[in-house]
């Protein structure tokens, strides 16, 4: 069965209702595994078909655990080439993380990466969510056609 991986980190419980929207999305798709955690290791990472992640805004910057994941799958030399990923993030005036996250995945890693990155302005209203689960649909249909 293909994996879908969301990683969400989520201080004020923002970016977190978008995940919780992402998953939806993604579980009505069948022949899909979805999996939302908070920390993944680099071997859950490699195994997965397409990683979605969750990032909030802080400091003009992605979180510390969100950089140290990447920064931990990166030395560990962790082969994500052609998976999917992509990212999502509340924020509240400058929403920089998704787009920086995205650089990552994509310039350290290869993966295929789904542009914008989804960027909601504090809490998510249920237009915003409808996005949240179209994006997590949009890439579980992917994975699972392979
Ligand atoms: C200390 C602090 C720093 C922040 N820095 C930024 C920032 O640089 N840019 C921005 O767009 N939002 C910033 N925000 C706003 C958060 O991104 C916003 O509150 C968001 O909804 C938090 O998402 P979460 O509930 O998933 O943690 C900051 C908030 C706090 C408390």
Not at 12 to 29: D, F, H, I, L, Q
Not at 80 to 90: T, V, Y
């Amino acid at each position: 069965m293909a994996g879908l991986l969301i990683i969400c980190d989520s201080h004020t419980g923002n970016t977190e209702k978008m995940a919780e929207a992402v998953a939806e999305g993604a579980k009505s798709v069948a022949g899909v595994e979805v999996n939302t955690k908070y920390f993944a290791r680099p071997e859950e990472l490699a195994q997965a078909d397409a990683i979605i992640f969750g990032a909030p805004t802080y400091n003009h910057d992605m979180t510390i655990p969100i950089k140290q994941m990447l920064e931990e799958a990166a030395k560990a030399n962790v082969q994500l080439n052609g998976k999917i990923g992509a990212a999502f993030g509340s924020y509240g005036w400058s929403g920089e993380a998704p787009r920086l996250v995205l650089e990552v995945l994509k310039n350290r890693f290869g993966m295929n990466i789904i542009e914008p990155g989804l960027a909601v302005l504090y809490t998510p209203n249920q237009a915003k969510l409808e996005e949240c689960r179209k994006l997590g649909k949009l890439i579980a249909e992917k994975i699972a056609a392979k």
